[in-house]
């Protein structure tokens, strides 16, 4: 039987992926644990095969956080991370491990246009716009290090997550596919990742199959931001007109400096890993359906530091 730790016990995606895993209770033990306070330096890691540590603090407004607060990021997302996998490592001694770090596609940065489409390849150097992305990309960098045959540090730079009780942005485009009658239909690509096929990632690469390396999940095809909205609205029979005639109103505000242009092109914006880069995964419109079934009600939070 494997043992997993997973960091962050009340962290949407450790949520997830403990709920995933007790489908192979059989062959697999998970625990969960808070590293809020001290207390987890306590804990024995030498009995666990593998670490999975999503404990962090998630993206802002990153215009309107204190100089105080962007420290933090730094403590937790970059500090607390490297002391994790140096404790797992020195705890588990020569036996084989898997510290696995939740990363983000951030680390490239978060510009986006809708003007261009902005494909990120294997070659393609991380360049982070703000605290929040050098934060973890700092952690990643900071951990890299203690890689050796027995200790594997496996990185995850996943795009936009969404799923049952999803946070982030798909609550929001949510909250338009119910509301709005009518939506643009601007032709754009995004790279996004279900989180079911994120669980499957993940378990595969506890299982063997993906050791020491740098991956960017994704599901098997981009998605355009209007296509998901109205697959919303269908699953809840309400039917959303998509139109295109006023696309040229959509680019124009796209220039406007400020959160009006940033928030265009942020919804409409292109941003994809290359095509290599794919899990097996459904199509969007069984996503959308098992994101929206009638027992995953949406509760819309703020992703906090577990």
Known sequence: MKRILITGKNSYIGTSFDTF????????????ISVRDDEWKKQDFSMYDAIYHVAGIAHADVGKVSEEQQQLYYKVNRDLTYEVAKKYKEDRKDNFSQFIYMSSIIVYGDN?????????????KPNP????????????????????????VCIIRPPMIYGPKSKGNYPQLR?????????????????MLFVGNLMIFIKEMIDGKLLTDIYCPQNNEYVRTSYMVKEIANVHEKYVKLFSFMNWSIYLISYVPGKIGKLTNKAFGNLVYEKTWTVSSDGLKETIKKTEGKDNEQKNTNISKS
């Open 21 to 32: 895993m007790k489908q192979y209770q059989d062959d697999y033990s998970v625990d969960t």
């Open 112 to 124: 986006v246009s809708i003007r261009k489409k902005r494909v990120i390849t294997k070659d393609t």
């Open 129 to 152: 716009s703000n605290f929040y992305g050098d934060s973890k990309l700092q952690a990643e960098l900071k951990i890299q290090p203690l890689e050796n045959d027995n200790f594997q």
């Open 175 to 191: 909250r338009l596919a119910l509301k709005l009658p009518v939506f643009p239909d601007i032709p754009n690509e995004r790279s």
